[in-house]
């Protein structure tokens, strides 16, 4: 009898033992990466048709901006032991003024699940450089105008529209294209992060996006003299280029 009443909390505990260790076995899980895209102005949030000020060259140059629309492709994670998660799709196109990225949010699905993954970086394009994408037309059912040039031309990667009392017109416009020689246009860019970070099942990476880099990073643009840059020339490869100095690593959560 006295066995009896021992076995029956025996047999209770470990009952409960066993469940407490089936509810805390970790699950496998494929960490998933949102990606958000903070757009500044030096250090301040950029907001469309608000003036901005580039002091340099003993002058003050304002600037109004009031388009910002551009591609970004390709889009990778880098992990700490040289493994790589893609975009879930390879191009998408943000639309800062609609506050919209087409065709849908920009995210990331590692590829196994129960694995641990530390990402180092990210790497994106900005453009097309994809020619015969181009040529064909086929991003054309994804990404219509104003960013479609036509069949010979290309795409835009990037359009930047803005007011600046400074030029004769008021008005300053870059339309960055070009996917043929000698003006490949497109911007293959690398975003360090400040360590390695270990992805959880749902992770929001953001990175910033630094407009006034536009004009002043690896070459210095003279307002007056590049204000309209609608074709493929030397002009659109210097801006080309201070484009993919524009972005930086900010925080993962």
């Known amino acids: 009898m006295n066995s009896q009443k021992t076995l029956i909390p025996l047999i209770a505990i470990l009952f409960i033992f066993f469940m ?3 509810d805390d076995d970790p699950k496998p899980f494929k960490p998933i990466v949102s990606l958000q895209i903070n757009h500044t102005w030096n250090d301040s949030s950029l907001v469309l048709n608000q003036p901005y ?32 998660i893609d975009a879930d ?58 960013m479609y040039w036509g069949m010979i031309q290309g795409y835009i990667n990037f359009k930047f529209d803005a007011l600046s009392p400074q030029l004769p017109s008021n008005v300053l416009m870059y339309h960055i294209g070009g996917y043929t020689k000698p003006y490949y246009n497109f911007r293959r860019i690398k975003v360090d992060f400040d360590k390695p970070y270990y992805l959880n099942e749902a992770n929001s990476l953001t990175i910033s996006c630094d407009i006034l880099k536009l004009f002043n990073s690896k070459y210095k643009i003279d307002l007056t003299t590049t204000h309209q840059v609608e074709t493929v020339n030397e002009d659109s490869k210097i801006i080309a280029d201070n484009m993919a100095e524009m972005f930086k690593f900010d925080n993962i959560k």
């Not at 129960?114 to 453009?127: D, N, P, R």
């Open 89 to 146: 799709l390879p191009y998408y196109m943000v639309d800062y003024g609609d506050k919209k990225i087409m065709p849908n949010n920009i995210s990331f699905t590692a590829p196994r699940d129960g694995v641990k993954y530390y990402i180092t970086s990210l790497e994106f394009t900005i453009g097309i450089a994809d020619s015969l994408a181009n040529a064909t037309g086929a991003l054309n059912s994804i990404f219509v105008a104003p």
């Open 20 to 22: 407490g260790c089936k």
């Open 53 to 84: 000020y580039w002091k340099h060259d003993f002058k003050t140059d304002t600037i109004i901006p009031t388009t910002l629309i551009y591609h970004i492709n390709h889009l990778t994670l880098n992990t700490q032991d040289n493994q790589k």
